[in-house]
T-cell receptor, first 114, second 109 residues
Framework: DVKVTQSSRYLVKRTGEKVFLECVQD?????MFWYRQDPGLGLRLIYF???????EKGDIPEGYSVSREKKERFSLILESASTNQTSMYLC?????????????FGSGTQLSVL | SQQGEEDPQALSIQEGENATMNCSYK?????LQWYRQNSGRGLVHLIL?????REKHSGRLRVTLDTSKKSSSLLITASRAADTASYFC?????????FGRGTSLIVHP
């Protein structure tokens, strides 16, 4: 089975800190995604990547950046954390066998910015 | 932008009853997927239905797709307390799956 691992289950950071959220998948998937999930708003796409060193903005990229230096790893970076970035962050991956093939999700990182 | 919207937002039923939730979307799709999320966890893929399919089954799950109405429904038969979760539909005309806000299902024992 595909495994998508997010490095932290819970994270507490201070306003202004630089925050790294790490995601690793073990099935050689080309596509990787970062979503944030807030109550009443569902999942919103932050960034996605089709290949190593490639990235595309999603619906809400402001305040975030990403890095994909290796195929299996997709990192989300909060350059200067703010309280409105308190949220559940979900990483996902998929194989490029066709449009919208199913996503495999990590368990999520609940980030609190104080 | 959210393509799919689930309805109802919340559903509360007794164990053994059927649960039906709906998804409406706006633009043409290649396929539609349903996911489940237990509280505080990641999403798990349940079923994918392609645009040329009308109905699909997987265990106690039945999914229908009506492309003329741009809508889909997920039916869970003989629900169990363990089915308590949030359910999301995901759609997209390109590579990028977009999710609705989800239906929160509570199944009372």
């Amino acid at each position: 089975d595909v495994k998508v691992t997010q490095s932290s289950r819970y994270l507490v950071k201070r306003t202004g800190e630089k925050v790294f959220l790490e995601c690793v998948q073990d099935m050689d998937h080309e596509n990787m995604f970062w979503y944030r999930q807030d109550p009443g708003l569902g999942l919103r796409l932050i960034y996605f990547s089709y290949d190593v060193k490639m990235k595309e903005k999603g619906d809400i990229p402001e305040g975030y950046s990403v890095s994909r230096e290796k195929k299996e790893r997709f990192s989300l970076i909060l350059e200067s954390a703010s309280t409105n970035q308190t949220s559940m962050y979900l990483c996902a991956s998929s194989a490029p066998t066709g449009p919208n093939e199913k996503l495999f999700f990590g368990s999520g990182t609940q980030l609190s910015v104080l | 932008s959210q393509q799919g919207e689930e309805d109802p937002q919340a559903l509360s039923i007794q164990e053994g009853e059927n649960a039906t939730m709906n998804c409406s979307y706006k633009t043409s799709i290649n396929n539609l997927q349903w996911y489940r999320q237990n509280s505080g966890r990641g999403l798990v893929h349940l079923i994918l239905i392609r645009s040329n399919e009308r109905e699909k089954h997987s265990g106690r799950l039945r999914v229908t797709l009506d492309t003329s109405k741009k809508s889909s429904s997920l039916l869970i038969t003989a629900s169990r307390a363990a089915d308590t979760a949030s359910y999301f539909c995901a759609t997209g005309g390109s590579y990028i799956p977009t999710f609705g806000r989800g239906t929160s299902l509570i199944v009372h024992p």
